[in-house]
């Protein structure tokens, strides 16, 4: 974390500022090491951390050394504005995505005590560092993909007609919480028949049916790290028509994993699985963006789309989902997490996708 944390100081001095104001808690945790619910990070000359009383046994075993740590007793902007170290400040930045007008009001009412700031938006700056995973990261990810994969395989023998997809989703909550201590990495799909053709499918009551498709799409967390992944089976023996797309989505898929790499043009990778979907005739039904980055959140700054300007980065941590959704009928989606390297990429998950599971 402290590499971190020198980037960040030469980010601000390059942009001429004086301090740096992270009030998003994911970016609180990635820069500190804290996982509460209530704390603050401004960077400085030196890193000030601040919390309230519930968690100041908690940041003595989560918070780097090199952290000055305050406790909040009369609000965060009137602690903020005891720092001695203000004295030294007049540009502080502030992530303008992260913070209410009101809150900026309340700090320059209170900060403007004891001295003139000129407060500058942000954006991305601490984001821009989490879209490339170091090592300790990966592993992390890596092991909520294990569990991912563990969970999916004890679930997938649950799978019979009967079973609603809130049991099955309700199974995979139950497992997550058993293996990490933690639930879902985000709302698991549990999708069958025609509410696979939804993408974002809530578990409903709906029953299993021998002959329905069904997407699962989960991931674990482990020490804050999100997994995601998702496989779609069907129940019984699958028809021609069900072989065929699944078919298809495979080799969009294999053809993106085959040809992304670290500095393509996002655009262009996902067009690596877009064209093959769209060469099957089924352009119109792949709607949504071929992946999206995956780390302290499921949904982690990078995207893999077609309106995407920037280019991969190496070190980032990717998922690659395409999938054909046909209304009434229902849909197919494979989704795998990768890391990208200067010639390709390393798949973290492991589940079976060689060919449509019939169960």
């Known amino acids: 974390m402290e590499r971190r944390l020198s980037k960040i100081k030469t980010r601000i001095k390059k942009e001429g500022l004086d301090g740096l104001l992270v009030t998003n808690l994911k970016n609180v945790r990635y820069l500190s090491g804290y996982t509460g619910s209530n704390g603050y990070v401004f960077i400085a000359r030196r890193m000030h951390f601040f919390t309230d009383f519930r968690y100041q046994e908690q940041v003595k075993h989560e918070v780097i050394p090199k952290a000055l740590i305050h406790i909040i007793t009369k609000g965060f902007a009137n602690k903020l504005a ?7 400040v007049a540009g502080i930045g502030f992530e303008a995505d992260h913070m209410t007008i009101s809150a900026l009001q309340r700090l320059k009412k209170d900060l403007g005590k004891v001295g003139r700031f000129k407060w500058i938006p942000t954006k991305g700056w601490v984001q821009e560092l989490r879209n490339i995973k170091d090592s300790e990261e ?9 569990i991912t994969d563990k969970t999916l395989a004890e679930v997938l023998d649950l799978v019979k007609p009967g079973v609603t997809e ?25 999708a069958s028949g025609p509410n696979s053709a939804m993408p974002h499918a809530r578990p409903t009551a709906r029953k299993l049916r021998k002959g329905d498709l069904v997407t699962f799409d989960l991931g674990a967390q482990w020490k804050g790290y999100s997994a995601d992944m998702t496989r779609t089976i069907v129940i019984g023996k699958a028809s021609k ?28 990778a996902d067009a690596l699985a877009r064209d093959v979907i ?81 169960l």
């Open 82 to 88: 005891e720092l001695a170290e203000l004295k030294n």
């Open 138 to 146: 990966v592993a992390l990810i890596a092991r909520a993909a294990r």
């Open 166 to 190: 809130r049991e099955l989703a309700a199974e995979i909550a139950y497992r997550f919480q058993r293996y990490t201590g933690l639930p879902p990495a985000f709302s698991s799909i549990v």
């Open 241 to 268: 028509k069900q072989k065929d797309i699944y078919s298809i989505v495979l080799r969009a898929q294999k053809r993106a994993l085959d040809g992304i790499r670290a500095g393509m043009d996002f655009r262009k």
């Open 278 to 358: 769209k060469e099957a005739g089924y352009g119109p039904y792949f709607g949504h963006s071929l992946g999206h980055g995956v780390g302290l959140e499921t949904h982690d700054g990078l995207r893999i789309a077609p309106t995407s300007k920037d280019k991969i980065p190496r070190g980032a941590v990717v998922t690659v989902e395409p999938g054909i959704y046909l209304p009434n009928w229902g849909g197919v989606r494979i989704e795998d997490l990768v890391y990208v390297t200067a010639d390709g990429v390393r798949i973290l998950s492991s589940s079976p996708r060689a060919k449509l599971a019939e």
